[in-house]
C-alpha cells in the first residue's frame, strides 16, 4: 500500500540555477541565466513556464 501511495503521488525533481545551467538541456543558457534566481530551485515543467513566458512576450 504504501508503494502504491508513492506511485500515485506526483514527484517533480528539483534543481538549482547551476545545475540547470550546466545541463545543456535547454539552449536558451544566457536567458536563462537572466531569468532564474540564485538560491531557488525548479523543476522541468518550472523552466519550461518561464521560459514560455518570457518568448511570448511582445516585443517593444
Same mark, same amino acid.
Not at 501511495?5 to 541565466?33: A, M, P, T, V
Given at each position: 500500500? #504504501?508503494? !502504491?501511495? +508513492?506511485?500515485?503521488?506526483? @514527484?517533480?525533481?528539483?534543481?538549482? +540555477? &547551476? $545545475?540547470? /545551467? ?5 539552449? !536558451?543558457?544566457?536567458? =536563462? &541565466?537572466? /531569468?532564474?534566481? &540564485? ?6 515543467? $518550472? #523552466? !519550461?513556464? @518561464? =521560459? ?5 512576450? &511582445?516585443?517593444?
Amino acid at each position: 500500500m #504504501v508503494n !502504491q501511495d +508513492k506511485k500515485d503521488k506526483k @514527484i517533480s525533481k528539483r534543481y538549482g +540555477k &547551476e $545545475q540547470i /545551467l550546466h545541463s545543456g538541456k535547454y539552449g !536558451q543558457g544566457d536567458l =536563462l &541565466e537572466a /531569468l532564474l534566481k &540564485e538560491g531557488e530551485t525548479y523543476s522541468h515543467d $518550472q #523552466v !519550461q513556464t @518561464i =521560459l514560455a513566458g518570457f518568448l511570448k512576450k &511582445e516585443v517593444r
